[in-house]
């Protein structure tokens, strides 16, 4: 897996050892809550879920893959998915 490659479509994302992470600064909170519940029904049909922290209109978000040990497709996937949501917020 290249990785860097991979991150160069996705520049709101950065790699920090085996996650690749990226901001969410939402309008407001509710806003940011619904970017989390959109993010939440993706996640699902992907069986693969970000860790998410909430602060007030700011989401920080990581990617990685628990069961193989590092990145996959899905981590690329699902953020390019998250960039979708959060531009359709707003954020
Ligand atoms: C059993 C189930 O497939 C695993 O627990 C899935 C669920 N969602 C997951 N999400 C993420 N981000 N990484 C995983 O390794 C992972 N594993």
């Given amino acids: 897996m290249d990785v860097e490659s991979r991150l160069s479509d996705l520049p709101a994302w950065r790699r ?3 996650e690749i992470r990226r ?3 939402a309008p407001d909170f ?3 809550i619904r970017i989390v519940d959109e993010i939440a029904v993706k996640a699902e049909e992907l069986n693969h879920h970000p860790d998410i922290d909430i602060r007030w209109r ?4 990581a990617l990685t893959t628990h ?3 590092g990145l996959t497709d899905l981590d690329f996937t699902l953020a390019a998915l ?3 949501i959060a531009a359709k917020h707003g954020a």
């Avoid at 700011?58 to 978000?61: I, K, P």
């Fill in 23 to 25: 901001t969410v600064e």
């Fill in 16 to 18: 920090e050892g085996d």
């Fill in 82 to 84: 998250i960039d979708d």
């Fill in 58 to 61: 700011t989401l920080r978000l």
């Fill in 67 to 69: 069961d193989q040990g």
């Fill in 30 to 32: 509710p806003a940011a």
